[in-house]
């Protein structure tokens, strides 16, 4: 595909494509999190008590992560297949009737059943919003608008949290969360598709391969560095904030029975939102992504380190540290953004969507090893666990980013295929060029 072949326009920052896809994320992040914020309650309504509660918890955790992992797959492909618009709908519309069928629930196999469903449905809005606002824009916009939807995305965190509060009704909070979908696919008609996929939909090229991504070994170890370098993110949220209650005991912090899981997400990721807005403006400004992901990684680990040695602080503190761990992995909007930016048109959408999909995914994995330090080799210790833990990981991260190209400066009006061609017809140049030369 000829870079210069397409004209592309110069939309401004907040445009219909960025709304859309911020407002969507909002509702995506709102629901994701708003079942971490319920569970407890919505379980004891259903009529489970005692240990059967982080028992079937679990259960309803990891059908939803499943549900994520296979949407991840299916919205990717047919972002690329069938436009990035479409997945947008699609997958608002799914989330949408999901969240509202999870009020409605009255066992807890109905619940897991929607919270399959939800998660299928909301694999797919962040990657194919991404996808859709990157191609849309000019490189040196693009960063911007990625800031932009991932600040307002994961503010539906906080917005979930304090609509718990106001309602205290778990059933209200899915409904309301049903309704704000719906109402957003009206916003849906206002945006249209990206030049650079009108392009290679009319083509011949093949599009959304999702096993094109294993078949080429610099792709494949590409596409692995993406998932890597944001999985410290989920350890710290699923992880450290997620059982945060346990943490403040392990750590004598006083008045650690106040401490609530759904208090520590919200100002978590009112951090978050922040850290997004920051590492944004701050890409932007040094026009890189790799130096602020660089920052942020370090940052991070800091954080887990003060987090995990802050003995006898009081509740105010402790939720200060979440929030500034959550700034620290402030990196999301940067993450989600590089993964877009590394890949062409024919297959931007499979792995923009896969990729952060799958370090959701990654998540069941993370409380293995973790378990695996704390029960065999630290005897029940949780903190000398998730220091190690966060650390490798950590490194891993920082290991994979070096490996990873920068790619502020790169023209995104390309594809995966063309690539190959080019090299295989340079490779046959070569060897003609030989054969003339030695008159073979």
């Not at 492909?77 to 709908?89: A, C, E, Y």
């Not at 030049?195 to 290679?200: I, W």
């Not at 990729?355 to 949780?382: Q, T």
């Amino acid at each position: 595909m000829n870079n210069n072949s397409l004209d592309l326009k110069k939309p401004a920052i907040l445009n219909a494509a960025v709304i859309v896809a911020a407002l969507g994320y909002f509702v995506d992040i709102y629901d994701l999190l708003l079942f971490g914020i319920v569970r407890t309650d919505s379980l004891k309504d259903l009529g489970i008590t005692g240990d059967a509660i982080r028992n079937q918890g679990e259960y309803l955790i990891s059908m939803q992560m499943f549900g994520m992992l296979f949407g991840g797959i299916l919205w990717g492909i047919l972002g690329d297949k069938k436009g990035r618009i479409s997945v947008l709908f699609g997958s608002i519309l799914i989330y949408s009737v999901a969240n509202i069928a999870n009020g409605m629930v009255t066992t807890v196999d109905g619940y897991a059943f929607w919270r399959l469903i939800a998660g299928i449905g909301l694999a797919g809005e962040l990657g194919a919003g991404i996808t859709l606002v990157t191609e849309s824009l000019p490189k040196e916009k693009r960063g911007y608008g990625t800031m932009i939807v991932a600040s307002v995305g994961v503010s539906g965190a906080v917005v979930a949290y304090f609509v718990y509060q106001i309602f205290q009704d778990w059933r209200l909070c899915y409904y309301a969360g049903g309704v704000l979908g719906i109402l957003l696919l009206f916003l849906r008609i206002s945006i249209s598709e990206s030049g650079m996929f009108k392009q290679v939909q009319q083509s011949k090229e093949t599009k959304g391969d999702f096993l094109s991504l294993f078949r080429d070994k610099k792709r494949f170890s590409k596409y692995i560095q993406c998932i890597l370098i944001g999985v410290p993110l989920w350890f710290l949220v699923g992880v450290l904030i997620t059982f945060s209650p346990e943490f403040a005991k392990a750590l004598g912090v006083q008045g650690f029975e106040t401490i609530a899981a759904g208090k520590a997400i919200a100002w978590c990721y009112g951090g978050l939102v922040l850290g997004d807005i920051v590492s944004g403006l701050l890409s932007q400004w040094l026009k890189s992504r790799k130096k602020i992901m660089y920052l942020f990684l370090v940052f991070n680990l800091l954080m887990i380190f003060i987090y995990l040695n802050a003995f006898g602080i009081t509740a105010s503190t402790f939720y200060t540290i979440c929030f500034i761990m959550g700034f620290s992995v402030g990196y999301w909007v940067l993450f989600v953004t590089i993964a877009a930016e590394q890949f062409g048109t024919n297959i931007r959408a499979t792995v923009t969507t896969t990729v952060p999909n799958f370090v959701r995914g990654s998540l069941p994995l993370i409380i293995i090893i973790y378990g695996f330090f704390r029960d065999k080799i630290f005897d029940g210790n949780i903190l000398q666990s998730a220091m190690i833990v966060g650390s490798i990981l950590s490194i891993i991260a920082l290991l994979a980013l070096w490996k990873l190209k920068e790619t502020f400066h790169t023209d995104l009006n390309y594809s995966e295929q063309d690539n190959r061609i080019y090299f295989r017809k340079k490779k046959l140049i070569s060897k003609i060029s030989t054969r003339l030369k030695f008159g073979n």
